[in-house]
């Protein structure tokens, strides 16, 4: 028996791919109080491994990408083994859902149903511009945050202004990077016949577009930071989107054009998960150890936001 289709379809979860998820997951956690350390192990070990593996591995298996893909330049050949592992991966998140709550494993469940409604040739989601982009953008965003701090404060205390102001700023930030990670494969897209935002909108503005809610998010950051009203934070976040913008802007200089291959949108979307990683991670920290830090947001912000 060979191993190496396993091999392949195991690739073809992008487990690392996976980790790009991480900003909303780690928001998520500001300001929670008594957070269980093996509930929080649990919860990240399901999502990041399990189940958005599995999402990984349903849109391979129902694509048939020969291109590159998101966490894969050069994806081997997708066969049968690839759905039965993403299958696997998904049913093993749910059982080990169920020792965490029962309210946990229900939010599992939907997401993975759809991730399925996602890629799936008969429903396809991602063929609808509006549809797959809303649906992708709420579900990897706000959807996480409202079910990581409703497992630890309760669900009908999750309704605070500061719960949905985190669960908004998530979602904020994938407006842009979404359309624009699907630049680069708007060939394969079109023969599958699935009209995905980026190609609607085509290159240059699917650029257009992500710099402007790029920008937006920084500056829903910034005002969620000063709207906390501590100096600490500000100086925090001065210093996670000073190094981001210095590194894209010696990756990029002022040109773009032609440069959305495969290597620079990994590259912007990586580095663009990693200072969002730690400027939320960052805030928890600080919020553990400044106790005096109590979250208000000022008069007027929300309706800035």
């Known amino acids: 028996m060979s191993w190496q289709p396993w091999r392949a379809a195991f690739l073809h979860l992008r487990i690392p791919f996976s980790l790009l998820l991480l ?24 999502l990041h491994f399990l189940t ?39 049913l093993t998140g749910l059982v080990l859902a169920t020792q965490i709550s029962w309210l946990f494993v229900a939010s599992v469940a939907l997401y993975s149903l759809v991730s399925l409604a996602y890629s799936h040739p008969r429903i396809r989601l991602k063929k609808y511009p509006w549809i797959g982009f809303f649906v992708v953008v709420f579900f990897q965003g706000c959807f996480v945050v409202v079910m990581v701090r409703s497992e630890f404060q309760g669900m009908l205390n999750t309704w605070r202004l500061q719960d949905w102001s985190l669960a908004f700023l998530s979602t904020l930030g994938l407006f842009g990077a979404y359309p624009l990670s ?13 009209l995905t935002l980026s190609r609607l909108l085509g290159v240059e503005q699917t650029w257009n577009w992500a710099r402007a809610w790029m920008a937006a998010s920084v500056i829903g950051n910034l005002i969620w930071v000063l709207s906390s009203r501590n100096a600490a934070l500000v100086v925090w976040f001065l210093i996670v989107f000073g190094f981001l913008g210095a590194v894209v802007f010696r990756r990029f200089g002022r040109s773009h054009r032609n440069q959305w291959n495969y290597e620079n949108v990994m590259f912007l979307n990586s580095i663009g998960s990693v200072a969002m990683t730690l400027f939320w991670g960052g805030i928890c920290l600080i919020h553990q150890t400044q106790l005096n830090i109590h979250f208000q947001l000022a008069p007027g912000a929300m309706l800035i936001l």
């Open 23 to 46: 900003p909303p997951f780690v928001m998520a956690l500001v300001g929670l109080e008594h957070l269980r350390l093996q509930t929080l192990l649990g919860m990240f070990f399901i």
């Open 52 to 90: 958005y593996a599995a999402s990984n591995g349903y849109n391979s298996y129902f694509d048939q990408d020969q291109g590159s893909i998101g966490g894969l330049k050069h994806p081997p050949p997708v066969g049968l083994e690839v759905l039965l592992l993403a299958l696997v991966f998904d």
């Open 182 to 194: 699907q630049i680069y494969q708007h060939q394969e897209d079109e023969a599958r016949g699935d």
